[in-house]
């Protein structure tokens, strides 16, 4: 009904609004608040987009650059099949790791999930030392390093992973052309490389606070 529409309805608020609250996640966004940590989850849509990719492409092994209070690895972790699968969730900082590991466990993914603290490029390198490979990867940490990220994604991927990355906009900054700090440089040069980038096929989703999408080609795709 229009009168339910006043104007600081943007189309995220819109949709966000037409699905039932989701108890879980409410619960980790309030871990988060109550330890006064940042309030930087994935935005519930995006959430639910990566439920919805997980579960479509079939993906068994996940991996997340930056795991905060565990909302976007709940979401991920949600879209393995009953029993099956796994999580593997990169964090720097040993306080978050443990609130994320606790919020995994709690949504019932505690032994469908590992937690690797410290820098995620040192963990990268280390899972690309033991040869582990994974079918679905969501970077979301230090915007600085996204192209180091998507480098070890596209030598971690199995045939046709799907890499998806958070906060491409950075709330408006990537556009502002007055902004010219390291990670909006950064920014802006990972969006364009990607776009670019013959080793995927992309797309980039301009909602929120953009997202992108893309499947690692198989060879001579
Ligand atoms: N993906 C989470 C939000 C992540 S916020 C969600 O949507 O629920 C970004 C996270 O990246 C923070 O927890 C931060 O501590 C972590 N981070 C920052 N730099 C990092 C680094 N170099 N290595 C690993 N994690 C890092
Ligand atoms: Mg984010």
Redesign the pocket.
């Known amino acids: 009904m229009s009168k339910e529409i006043h104007r600081e309805t943007t189309p995220e608020s819109y949709f966000d609004s037409l699905y039932e609250s989701d108890a879980e996640l409410e619960k980790i966004e309030r871990s988060i608040r109550e330890r006064g940590m940042?309030e930087?989850?994935?935005e519930p849509g995006y959430g639910r987009l990566l439920t919805l990719l997980v579960r479509a492409t079939g993906a068994r092994s996940l991996l997340?650059?930056?795991?905060?209070?565990?909302?976007?690895?709940v979401c991920l972790a949600r879209g393995l099949p009953p029993g099956e699968g796994r999580l593997t969730s990169?964090?720097?900082?040993p306080e978050?790791a443990e609130l994320a590991s606790a919020n995994l466990k709690e949504a019932g993914f505690g032994d469908r999930s590992e937690m690797l603290v410290g820098?995620?490029?040192d963990s990268l390198a280390r899972l690309e030392a033991e040869g582990r490979r994974f079918d679905f990867f969501?970077i979301?940490?230090?915007k600085e390093?996204y192209p180091v990220y998507l480098e070890f994604a596209i030598r971690l991927a199995n045939p046709r992973a799907i890499v998806a990355a958070?906060n491409t906009l950075l709330r408006g900054r990537t556009l502002d052309p007055n902004k010219q700090g390291p990670s909006v440089l950064a920014i802006r040069e990972f969006n364009r490389s990607v776009a670019r980038d013959p080793r995927l096929t992309s797309v980039h989703l301009p909602s929120y606070d953009g997202l992108l999408l893309a499947m690692v080609n198989e060879p001579n795709a």
């Open positions: 940042p930087i989850s994935v997340e650059v930056g795991a905060l209070g565990g909302y976007s690895g990169l964090e720097l900082k978050f820098a995620a490029a969501f979301d940490a230090d390093n958070d």
